[in-house]
């Protein structure tokens, strides 16, 4: 294990240091205007320097011609003299006489690795940073619109012109104040967007002449990708993880890039909100260039868009040094200035996010409409010391506003832009490497174990452990697991063993719910489970079917029966409760603390950032880093790894106890959830000094309440009820526009959803995919598409997560009546119905197998 530690080592500084000086090569050719070609994003292109760090000569020389080879070695030899610290040692053998090798096959993979994730970094950011850029400038050209406007007219413009077939551009809906000239808001709407739209076509254009000059991708070459996609996807399906002493795979798979359909052509925007906006006809007039840009043009030629980030980045500095002067005149205040002055109080820390945010607009619109602060809606835990700074600061700054001398600092009146980094940048912390039979004889033999390898002219068996592998304790690796694939990847504490499935363990295609009969499922617990991001689900097991459909137009089928009560059951698991259980909170919180004890904080707060375009900035941020690698390397060594290992296992509990929320309520809703975090709960009720904090007693109510509605009319869930049913888990496809990456949900969502497909081998469940497609905008009371997101401060703000519908005033929580939704939806596409209010628009009269009321208009409420 010590000799895996060091190799562990030597590659994790091999690897930060041939960044830097591949971080300094590009931005040195995109400064002086040339171009990274495609190859310099090749694994060969990373392990040649990777052989320049360790102090050997370029070692391909078939894939680089003289010149370039030559360009590169000079660059290196500048950089060295530059920053000489950049060079690595290999690694020294414990047995005398042995020189220091640098187990080239070991780095080989690792060179895949970063070579594949700079590909994915341009392949994944290149939309959020341009659609940054976009909300960058209209922002600044248009300031009468809030940051929500600004962002829906950035998707537009970038959607117009992509021509991606996967997110049609659609016209937002502004409404701006009645105090603000409606008439110069669309003027400049109409300017900035046709700037912006011309700018873009010019990128574009350009971009397609380049490719054209590369080669075109065709229809063919996107269904062969798309087949190489299938392939990798699969083969990381059949890999599997010992739940003994594994880390999790998706921290070192490379097994490719994920890329989607090609649409190229001329393409035709679809008709506005509001014809009559000359943009409308701006924007007909332009003639898009004849590329699409999807995931597969930017996979198929992620060298061409790094140029176009860089010039972005660019830009967005430029936009930066700008607002360093702030706008004069200052006839307002801005709610940074106010956050700013507000937060050097010291009851300020008494209050959390949504009392600060609440407090900074009150006192922003008091000060801008010159009216005295009310002193009594200050918050309680403000002392009067506060209450007299809050008023004093508020009159100082009404008289300075109507005197005309009001000023303020740049960046509180114009927040800067974020910026972003070009390139990936290496986390300081271990890396998993990959360790092969060869590589593992050869860390042997350099560490005096020679005894134990076997010659290397016995090649592996499948499915058989090769004999290099029996000097490790591989007990726990168990024959029914899968073909062991005679390799390992390991952080030099925790290993992770990749499997590869058994023939014929293939579960085929995904269940469906049209293969589920309803005979079938009125004998399931159907579960109808709505995901998000605040919460990884909400679900719900029961729902009226009459509210969707007419008496007469609801089938005569017992699965759509009304349910004998009409309260049910509410279950849900949160995202930030996932992070605390799995330990993830615990463990930032103790990173931190180290950092503050052994000075890493003020070192890493020292050097600047690589979010920079500036020949200087990078100079000097990798002039800081490397001056501090060694002190960084020895912190973040064994005890993060230990950290990040216990990490993973909570991790795996957490997702045990997902699936078994389903399955017997698991430690929160089934009968251990009193016990459910005792230790937590006994710690919450002690004072400092150890003594008990005072409770309020509780009385308990004589019997359950009977009815479907409690005291004050409040509709309350039924407490857990232990089924004996098979779980049917209808889970919503989960669109979460761009927070989406080749059709599949991010976060946590998407983790619950694989968590429930491979429990399925395990737990007597069921898992299918249901639609959710507008099962937040009905209600699932009335069956009306009125629901309206309720309003706080007057009107200013609105809350996401609650809703009251306008036809029965039913106040919902957004995602618990989404799950009502999904529950009915599922019941109907067993069926094989949906009602009208679930379809869009534009398809109810096209599609003939949808349910209407024959009282009511397609998609309009009938009174109640």
């Not at 029965?808 to 119905?833: E, K, M, P, Y």
């Given at each position: 294990?010590?000799?895996?530690?060091?190799?562990?080592?030597?590659?994790?500084?091999?690897?930060?240091?041939?960044?830097?000086?591949?971080?300094?090569?590009?931005?040195?050719?995109?400064?002086?205007?040339?171009?990274?070609?495609?190859?310099?994003?090749?694994?060969?292109?990373?392990?040649?320097?990777?052989?320049?760090?360790?102090?050997?000569?370029?070692?391909?020389?078939?894939?680089?011609?003289?010149?370039?080879?030559?360009?590169?070695?000079?660059?290196?030899?500048?950089?060295?003299?530059?920053?000489?610290?950049?060079?690595?040692?290999?690694?020294?053998?414990?047995?005398?006489?042995?020189?220091?090798?640098?187990?080239s096959?070991?780095?080989?993979?690792?060179?895949?690795?970063?070579?594949?994730s700079?590909?994915?970094?341009?392949?994944?950011?290149?939309?959020?940073?341009?659609?940054?850029?976009?909300?960058?400038?209209?922002?600044?050209?248009?300031?009468?619109?809030?940051?929500?406007q600004?962002?829906?007219?950035?998707?537009?413009?970038?959607?117009?012109?992509?021509?991606?077939q996967?997110?049609?551009?659609?016209?937002?809906?502004?409404?701006?104040?009645?105090?603000i000239?409606?008439?110069?808001?669309?003027?400049?709407?109409?300017?900035?967007?046709?700037?912006?739209?011309?700018?873009?076509?010019?990128?574009?254009?350009?971009?397609?002449?380049?490719?054209e000059?590369?080669?075109?991708?065709?229809?063919?070459?996107?269904?062969?990708?798309?087949?190489?996609?299938?392939?990798?996807?699969?083969?990381?399906?059949?890999?599997?993880?010992?739940?003994?002493?594994?880390?999790?795979?998706?921290?070192?798979?490379?097994?490719?890039?994920?890329?989607?359909?090609?649409?190229t052509?001329?393409?035709?925007?679809?008709?506005?909100?509001?014809?009559?906006?000359?943009?409308?006809?701006?924007?007909?007039?332009?003639?898009?260039?004849?590329?699409?840009?999807?995931?597969?043009?930017?996979?198929?030629?992620?060298?061409?868009?790094?140029?176009?980030?860089?010039?972005?980045?660019?830009?967005l500095?430029?936009?930066n040094?700008?607002?360093?002067?702030?706008?004069?005149?200052?006839?307002?205040?801005?709610?940074n200035?106010?956050?700013?002055?507000?937060?050097?109080?010291?009851?300020?820390?008494y209050?959390?996010h949504?009392?600060?945010?609440?407090?900074?607009?009150?006192?922003?619109?008091s000060?801008?409409?010159?009216?005295?602060v009310?002193?009594?809606?200050?918050?309680?835990?403000?002392?009067?010391?506060?209450?007299?700074?809050?008023?004093?600061?508020v009159?100082?700054?009404?008289?300075?506003?109507?005197?005309?001398?009001?000023?303020?600092?740049?960046?509180?009146?114009s927040?800067k832009?974020?910026?972003?980094?070009?390139?990936?940048?290496?986390?300081?912390?271990?890396?998993?490497?990959?360790?092969?039979?060869?590589?593992?004889?050869?860390?042997?033999?350099?560490?005096?174990?020679?005894?134990?390898?076997?010659?290397?002219?016995?090649?592996?068996?499948?499915?058989?452990?090769?004999?290099?592998?029996?000097?490790?304790?591989?007990?726990?690796?168990?024959?029914?697991?899968?073909?062991?694939?005679?390799?390992?990847?390991?952080?030099?504490?925790?290993v992770?063993?990749p499997?590869?499935?058994?023939?014929?363990?293939?579960?085929?295609?995904?269940?469906?719910?049209?293969?589920?009969?309803?005979?079938?499922?009125?004998?399931?617990?159907?579960?109808?489970?709505?995901?998000?991001?605040?919460?990884?689900?909400?679900?719900?097991?029961?729902?009226d079917?009459?509210?969707?459909?007419?008496?007469?137009?609801?089938p005569?089928?017992?699965?759509?029966?009304?349910?004998?009560?009409?309260?049910?059951?509410?279950?849900?698991?949160?995202?930030?409760?996932?992070?605390?259980?799995?330990?993830?909170?615990?463990?930032?919180?103790?990173?931190?603390?180290?950092?503050?004890?052994?000075?890493?904080?003020?070192?890493?707060?020292?050097?600047?950032?690589?979010?920079?375009?500036?020949?200087?900035?990078?100079?000097?941020?990798?002039t800081?880093?490397?001056?501090?690698?060694?002190?960084?390397?020895?912190?973040?060594?064994?005890?993060?790894?230990?950290?990040?290992?216990?990490?993973?296992?909570?991790?795996?509990?957490?997702?045990?106890?997902?699936?078994?929320?389903?399955?017997?309520?698991?430690?929160?809703?089934?009968?251990?959830?009193?016990?459910?975090?005792?230790?937590?709960?006994?710690?919450?009720?002690?004072?400092?000094?150890?003594?008990?904090?005072?409770?309020?007693?509780?009385?308990?109510?004589?019997?359950?309440?009977?009815?479907?509605?409690?005291?004050?009319?409040?509709?309350r869930?039924?407490?857990?009820?232990?089924?004996?049913?098979?779980?049917?888990?209808?889970?919503?496809?989960?669109?979460?526009?761009?927070?989406?990456?080749?059709?599949?949900?991010?976060?946590?969502?998407?983790r619950?959803?694989?968590?429930?497909?491979?429990?399925?081998?395990?737990?007597?469940?069921?898992?299918?995919?249901?639609?959710e497609?507008?099962?937040?905008?009905?209600?699932?009371?009335?069956?009306?598409?009125?629901?309206?997101?309720?309003?706080?401060?007057?009107?200013?703000?609105?809350?996401?997560?609650?809703?009251?519908?306008?036809?029965?005033?039913?106040?919902?929580?957004?995602?618990?009546?989404?799950?009502?939704?999904?529950?009915?939806?599922?019941?109907?596409?067993?069926?094989?119905?949906?009602?009208?209010?679930?379809?869009?628009?534009?398809?109810?009269?096209?599609?003939?197998?949808?349910?209407?009321?024959?009282?009511?208009?397609?998609?309009?409420?009938t009174?109640?």
């Open positions: 294990m010590g000799g895996l530690q060091a190799v562990v080592d030597f590659n994790r500084r091999v690897l930060i240091c041939s960044h830097l000086f591949i971080l300094d090569y590009f931005n040195s050719r995109l400064t002086n205007g040339l171009d990274i070609p495609l190859v310099f994003l090749d694994y060969r292109f990373v392990n040649g320097v990777f052989q320049l760090v360790i102090g050997r000569s370029w070692s391909n020389n078939s894939l680089f011609t003289e010149e370039v080879r030559q360009h590169i070695e000079e660059s290196f030899a500048t950089f060295l003299i530059q920053h000489p610290n950049v060079h690595c040692p290999l690694v020294p053998s414990t047995v005398r006489g042995k020189r220091p090798i640098g187990f096959k070991i780095l080989t993979s690792t060179a895949r690795t970063y070579a594949s700079m590909v994915n970094h341009v392949v994944e950011g290149f939309d959020q940073a341009y659609i940054g850029y976009l909300q960058a400038r209209l922002a600044r050209s248009i300031p009468e619109l809030n940051r929500f600004v962002g829906a007219l950035a998707d537009f413009v970038f959607d117009t012109c992509a021509q991606n996967d997110f049609e551009p659609v016209w937002p809906t502004i409404n701006v104040e009645d105090s000239d409606h008439a110069m808001v669309d003027a400049k709407v109409d300017t900035a967007l046709n700037e912006l739209i011309d700018e873009t076509w010019d990128r574009w254009t350009q971009l397609a002449i380049r490719i000059q590369e080669g075109p991708l065709t229809q063919q070459d996107a269904d062969e990708d798309n087949q190489d996609d299938e392939d990798n996807q699969e083969e990381v399906d059949n890999l599997s993880v010992s739940t003994a002493t594994a880390m999790s795979i998706d921290t070192i798979s490379t097994l490719g890039i994920s890329r989607l359909d090609v649409a052509g001329p393409y035709t925007l679809p008709p506005l909100a509001d014809p009559s906006l000359s943009t409308d006809n701006a924007i007909r007039s332009q003639v898009p260039p004849s590329v699409s840009i999807t995931t597969t043009t930017i996979t198929r030629y992620p060298h061409l868009f790094i140029k176009i980030l860089f010039d972005v980045l660019c830009s500095e430029r936009l040094e700008d607002q360093h002067t702030a706008p004069a005149p200052q006839t307002s205040v801005h709610w200035w106010t956050h700013h002055q507000l937060s050097g109080m010291h009851d300020w820390s209050l959390n949504h009392q600060r945010s609440k407090l900074v607009r009150g006192i922003s619109k000060i801008n409409n010159n009216t005295p009310d002193i009594e809606r200050l918050p309680r835990v403000f002392s009067q010391q506060s209450r007299q700074q809050v008023t004093t600061l009159a100082e700054t009404q008289r300075a506003l109507a005197a005309g001398t009001f000023s303020s600092e740049a960046y509180l009146v927040p832009v974020r910026l972003f980094s070009v390139l990936p940048t290496p986390c300081l912390t271990r890396k998993f490497i990959q360790v092969s039979h060869d590589s593992l004889g050869e860390i042997m033999r350099h560490f005096g174990l020679e005894h134990y390898v076997v010659p290397q002219a016995i090649r592996p068996v499948a499915g058989q452990v090769h004999d290099n592998f029996k000097i490790l304790n591989l007990k726990r690796i168990h024959s029914g697991r899968g073909i062991f694939l005679n390799q390992l990847y390991t952080d030099g504490y925790s992770c063993v499997f590869k499935k058994m023939p014929g363990a293939s579960s085929g295609q995904p269940l469906r719910l049209t293969d589920i009969s309803p005979v079938a499922m009125q004998q399931m617990d159907v579960w109808g489970i709505d995901p998000g991001v605040t919460d990884i689900f909400v679900a719900s097991n029961s729902s079917p009459r509210a969707y459909l007419s008496p007469a137009d609801l005569d089928e017992p699965l759509l029966a009304t349910p004998p009560n009409p309260r049910h059951q509410i279950r849900r698991f949160s995202s930030a409760e996932y992070y605390v259980k799995a330990g993830y909170r615990k463990t930032v919180a103790n990173i931190k603390a180290w950092k503050q004890q052994h000075g890493i904080t003020e070192i890493e707060s020292s050097f600047g950032s690589p979010k920079t375009s500036v020949r200087q900035n990078i100079t000097a941020y990798i800081e880093k490397l001056r501090h690698l060694d002190r960084l390397l020895l912190f973040y060594g064994q005890d993060i790894q230990q950290l990040r290992f216990l990490n993973y296992r909570g991790a795996q509990l957490v997702n045990h106890d997902l699936v078994k929320t389903f399955v017997d309520g698991g430690r929160k809703y089934g009968s251990h959830a009193s016990n459910y975090n005792s230790h937590d709960t006994y710690m919450s009720r002690l004072n400092e000094d150890g003594s008990f904090k005072s409770r309020r007693r509780q009385h308990a109510h004589p019997s359950p309440p009977q009815p479907s509605e409690t005291r004050n009319g409040k509709w869930p039924l407490p857990f009820q232990p089924s004996t049913q098979i779980p049917l888990l209808c889970i919503g496809d989960g669109k979460f526009g761009r927070r989406r990456f080749n059709k599949k949900p991010l976060g946590l969502a998407n619950f959803k694989k968590v429930v497909r491979l429990a399925q081998r395990q737990f007597p469940i069921l898992v299918v995919d249901a639609d497609a507008f099962s937040s905008k009905v209600c699932s009371k009335c069956g009306k598409k009125t629901l309206t997101n309720v309003t706080v401060d007057g009107g200013e703000s609105k809350l996401h997560a609650v809703q009251c519908c306008e036809t029965c005033s039913t106040v919902w929580q957004r995602d618990c009546n989404a799950s009502r939704n999904i529950h009915a939806l599922s019941h109907f596409a067993a069926l094989g119905v949906k009602p009208l209010v679930f379809t869009p628009q534009d398809q109810e009269q096209a599609d003939p197998s949808t349910t209407s009321p024959p009282d009511a208009q397609p998609n309009q409420p009174p109640t």
